[in-house]
């Protein structure tokens, strides 16, 4: 097949976070099976932007990239360069898959698409969610879902990657005609060992934003009396950075927080078999790569509730779930510190459920089955 990827960012922005992984990792695993992957994106690095060629396809990593550039350089991610192309191009492919929500370039590009009459498919990657819905311009989001939003979504077909995102999306979009199929994920490339370590150590590794409740986790740990270390991986906006580690020193835990820096490829799984424990008490996740990273290499995950993925943990007893209330999380820290038969179960167990489950070629086949049911939607 000739699949158009349409994305504001793309790799090498890592600065969006998981997001931006797993689109890429889709893209190349479509490849590798034979079909043929073309992206669409921007320039977008944050407040920066990419040096790259623009207006002419770069190979990266064996997908062909259109990198275009934006006449905004915040989130709206607007590019003529790109509507014009698009509008030019669309019609060659055998499916359009959107991905993101709530920004000015994927919104134009699904109106190009309704206009010219070629079906396309909507990733929301989580932006659907209630917490997404009601916070950063809440009040222009509902307006422009009222006049626009809410047209083009009944025109797609929805992709998304959990029951729970499934519902979440149904809340905008009632009986929207949906698959749900698993984010491709990048394995480590080899076996790693678990390390034994003196002090129960913790770990968080994702992008530092508000919407992680890496500062609800801090409040938790605050109350552990069993002597531990949290090691925070990632990078973020530099105001909020120096707010949470203020608030670590508020909380009298500054000392037992290491601030590592972002880790990527092999960096990352080290980074995660060094751990005791994987925490992720976001308030908003349509699924959270990082959960399948991290039991990838054997580690326990403690999950808030509103991580995509919660579910998959309960069900395969691969750690333990909290609410997002303080007491609670550090009740849930206390028994995964408590359970240590059970993280050593999971450190065999995680390891080979992830390993059968996540396989690429799998994955890829069920896009393909999807994009082929659209073209008779």
């Known amino acids: 097949m000739n699949i158009l990827f349409v994305v504001p960012s793309y790799k090498p922005a890592f600065i969006y976070g998981g997001t931006i992984v797993a689109i890429a990792r889709l893209a190349e695993i479509l490849v590798e099976q034979g079909h043929r ?29 259109y990198y275009f550039s934006r006449i905004t350089k915040d989130h709206t991610h607007i590019s003529l360069s790109l509507y014009k192309h698009l509008f030019k191009t669309i019609e060659q492919f055998d499916a359009v898959h959107i991905h993101s929500w709530w920004n000015l370039l994927v ?112 409040k938790a740990l605050a109350n552990f009396t069993v002597p531990f270390k949290l090691l925070i991986a990632g990078s973020g906006e530099d105001t909020y950075v120096e707010s949470l580690k203020q608030l670590t020193i508020d909380c009298a835990i500054e000392q037992k927080v290491e601030w590592v820096g972002w880790k990527n490829g092999e960096a990352k799984f080290d980074f995660l078999t060094s751990l005791d424990l994987f925490a ?37 007893d691969f750690g333990w779930v909290t609410g997002m209330d303080i007491r609670s999380i550090t009740e849930s820290i206390q028994r995964s510190y408590i359970e ?31 994009y082929k049911g659209i073209m008779k939607y």
């Not at 990657?125 to 950063?136: D, P, R, V, W």
Request: proline share 4%; with cysteine; aromatic share 8%.
């Open 37 to 65: 992957v073309t992206v669409y994106t921007t320039t977008a690095n944050g407040k920066e932007e990419l040096n790259v060629p623009c207006n002419v396809p770069v190979v990266v990593d064996g997908v062909e990239v």
């Open 107 to 218: 919104i134009g590009a699904a109106s190009i698409c309704k206009y010219k009459g070629v079906k396309y498919i909507v990733s929301p990657h989580g932006m659907l969610s209630k917490y997404i819905m009601e916070t950063n311009n809440s009040l222009l989001k509902r307006a422009v879902h009222f006049f626009i939003g809410r047209k083009l979504l009944k025109a797609s077909y929805l992709h998304v990657s959990t029951e729970m995102e499934l519902a979440e999306s149904r809340l905008v979009i009632p009986k929207w005609k949906a698959s749900i199929i698993t984010n491709p994920v990048t394995m480590p490339v080899k076996d790693y060992l678990r390390k034994e370590n003196t002090v129960f150590t913790i770990g968080f590794l994702s992008r530092i934003d508000p919407k992680k409740g890496l500062d609800v986790l801090i």
């Open 340 to 370: 240590k038969d059970k993280r050593n179960q999971i450190n065999v167990a995680g390891k080979m459920k992830i390993a059968s489950e996540y396989n690429d070629a799998y994955i890829a086949n069920k896009y393909i089955e999807m």
């Open 280 to 316: 992720l008490t976001s308030h908003s996740e349509n699924f959270a790569i990082v959960v399948v990273e991290s039991l990838s290499v054997g580690t326990p995950v403690l999950l808030s509730n509103n991580v995509g993925l919660y579910k998959y943990v309960e069900e395969n």
